[in-house]
């Protein structure tokens, strides 16, 4: 028989390895910059996000409302 599943259903088995290999990725990154004394502390990475990865995100989503308000 086969097992059919619905669309939204969520494979938490594969959920639970992306999610280990995402964190060991983030882990072993944070160590390699460690070893060549780049500093990670929490400060500076908030002031970085919001220095240059927040900017794109609100242009990203300007740029969706833009087109969602062209087609209308």
């Known amino acids: 028989m086969e097992e059919f599943s619905f669309k939204g259903e969520i494979d938490i088995k594969n ?11 983030l882990f072993l990154l944070w160590y390699i ?11 500076h990475l908030i002031e970085w996000a919001t220095k240059f990865i927040l900017p794109w ?3 990203y989503w300007i740029i969706r409302l833009t087109k969602i308000l062209e087609k209308r």
């Open 33 to 43: 910059l460690a070893l060549f004394r780049i500093d990670l502390s929490y400060p």
């Open 57 to 59: 995100i609100f242009l």
């Open 15 to 25: 959920l639970i390895i992306k999610l280990i290999i995402g964190l060991a990725i």
